[in-house]
């Protein structure tokens, strides 16, 4: 397992770098016998665990965590007519217990709509119970058919974070719809990873939604991955499962709810967006190790060097830093590379002539060499950890600047989409949308585009010529 030798393909050549990097880096084994669920390997889960972390001390300031049933009975998965038309295709059913089969089928949740709202119309009795913010973070099942991929698309969605909340009004629903997306880009900022922020087609609106407004990233190679979607649900669940309040006049209403959602594709684009031909890039915050010490042990100071590194190992976990002591038996070449793959943001190298001068040798994963003074490591790493925190976040924010372009006719928007997404106009017309997809590849991802590399102007449709007002438009997985 642990081959450290060897390069990684080349980013440019993505789709192989995924999926080396996925074993290389020790993230996600694909080995397992049933085609589109993957296991986690510790150290990716050790990301997982970090970015959840952080996903939930954002929820945490405002909703509560909670636990709901994965088995949905049948007949409350076919209460809402649209959301079992959007999902009827991708469900599992488990139909017996050992032999018998059982009286009710039971669906394996593909999202928790229908599993946690029969319970939110006994938990609202009257309007001093809302506004309700509940999440849960849990796996998923949906049988999909487009091509599976690791982290990306998923038969077994293992970290789903959804979030469902319930109000008195629509106009509130349609505010916690911007307080989430806030959020979301709040989550992704501390990642390093720029998003584009847009209201999707209706036709592209999650099952049972009033309107969908989605949060996508453009992978290195130029194609979109949609990290997470807030649905603002008027009143179609509350009317189907009776989620009901007493108003202040003692009156019964219907009460209005939306929900959002975080899968690990967020590691997906996380592990794509920083990685480079070395391996992954981690932002400090959600690695697993931040510092490696690695003493340099040449000729009779071994012994030295070695107590040094300790005490300074020592120093960096007494001050809260994640950091190792590479002690192993190795070449240092062997350790750097063996680090540098799994994306350490800072590699501390300590030898004879650093002892001497006070210091140890800094490199960071983003790149720079330095000397940190041993006297206040501490100060020290923590202002390195910064620098490649800003390093990776305007790295990331350089290329998607790159990688969005503006077409006004469908040649320049085919070619747009050889390496990223197209800001172009559209009419709003499904026909036109269609067109565009025919000819380019490339679907109307959104339109009121939020993005400061994307201006909304009124215009002329790409595909029919009438008026129109700016889309984005991308090819996604
Ligand atoms: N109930 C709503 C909000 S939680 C819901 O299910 N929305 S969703 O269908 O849009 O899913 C939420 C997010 O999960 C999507 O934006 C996408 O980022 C992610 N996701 C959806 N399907 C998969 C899949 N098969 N594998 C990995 N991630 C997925
Ligand atoms: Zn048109």
């Known amino acids: 397992m642990d081959d450290d030798t060897g390069a990684l393909p080349s980013r440019t050549d993505f789709s192989s770098w995924y999926n080396e990097i996925l074993w290389r880096a020790e993230i996600m084994d694909v080995r397992y016998p049933v085609k589109g669920v993957y296991v986690w390997y510790p150290f990716g889960f050790g990301i997982r665990k970090r970015t959840y972390g952080l996903l939930r001390e954002l929820?945490?300031?405002?909703?509560?965590?909670?636990l709901f049933?994965?088995?949905i009975p049948e007949n409350e998965f076919m209460k809402e007519a649209e959301h079992i038309k959007g999902f009827e295709d991708e469900v599992y059913w488990v139909t017996h217990g050992g032999l018998t089969?059982?009286?009710?089928?039971?669906?394996?949740?593909?999202?928790?709509?229908?599993?946690?709202?029969p319970m939110y119309a006994l938990w609202v009795r009257s309007h001093a119970d809302l506004p309700l913010k509940y999440y849960q973070v849990v796996n998923t099942f949906r049988y999909e058919?487009?091509?599976?991929?690791?982290?990306?698309?998923l038969r077994e969605i293992t970290s789903f974070k959804e979030a469902h909340t319930v109000h008195a009004t629509w106009e509130e629903a349609a505010a916690q719809?911007?307080?989430?997306?806030?959020?979301?880009?709040?989550?992704?900022?501390r990642l390093g990873i720029p998003v584009l922020v847009s209201k999707r087609p209706s036709w592209d609106k999650f099952p049972g939604a009033d309107y969908t407004i989605a949060v996508d990233c453009v992978m290195p190679d130029g194609r979109t991955l949609q990290i997470g979607t807030v649905h603002h649900l008027g009143d179609h669940f509350s009317k189907t499962f009776s989620i009901t309040y007493e108003d202040r006049d003692g009156e019964q209403k219907l009460a209005f709810q939306t929900c959002y959602g975080i899968s690990e594709r967020s590691i997906a684009a996380l592990i794509s967006l920083h990685g480079d031909d070395r391996g992954l890039v981690l932002p400090p915050e959600v690695a697993p190790t931040q510092v490696v010490v690695?003493?340099?042990?040449?000729?009779?100071?071994?012994?030295?060097?070695?107590?040094?590194?300790?005490?300074?190992?020592?120093?960096?976990a007494g001050a809260g830093i994640r950091v190792r002591l590479d002690d192993r038996d190795l070449r240092p070449g062997a350790k750097y590379y063996?680090?540098?793959?799994?994306g350490v943001p800072v590699r501390l190298e300590l030898g004879p002539r650093d002892l001497d001068a006070g210091v140890a040798t800094a490199v960071l994963r983003t790149g720079g060499k330095s000397a940190v003074p041993l006297d206040g490591v501490a100060d020290g790493v923590r202002g390195l950890l910064e620098t490649a925190m800003a390093t990776l976040r305007e790295t990331a924010a350089e290329h998607l600047a790159g990688q969005v372009r503006t077409a006004g006719s469908i040649d320049e928007l085919a070619k747009a989409l050889e390496g990223g997404v197209a800001v172009v106009n559209w009419c709003g017309e499904k026909a036109c949308a269609d067109r565009v997809e025919e000819d380019t590849g490339g679907a109307v991802l959104g339109v009121e585009v939020r993005s400061a590399l994307v201006t909304t102007a009124e215009g002329t449709c790409v595909a029919c010529g009438r008026k129109g007002t700016t889309a984005l438009i991308g090819r996604s997985y």
């Open 145 to 153: 058919t487009k091509h599976t991929r690791p982290l990306i698309r």
């Open 338 to 342: 063996h680090w540098e793959m799994r």
């Open 101 to 117: 089969p059982l009286d009710v089928k039971l669906a394996l949740r593909p999202t928790s709509e229908t599993a946690i709202y």
């Open 177 to 189: 719809v911007e307080d989430a997306v806030a959020r979301y880009c709040e989550f992704y900022d």
């Open 59 to 66: 929820l945490d300031r405002d909703h509560e965590e909670t």
């Open 294 to 316: 690695v003493p340099i042990i040449v000729g009779k100071r071994g012994e030295e060097v070695l107590a040094a590194a300790r005490h300074l190992t020592e120093t960096l």
């Open 69 to 71: 049933p994965l088995l």
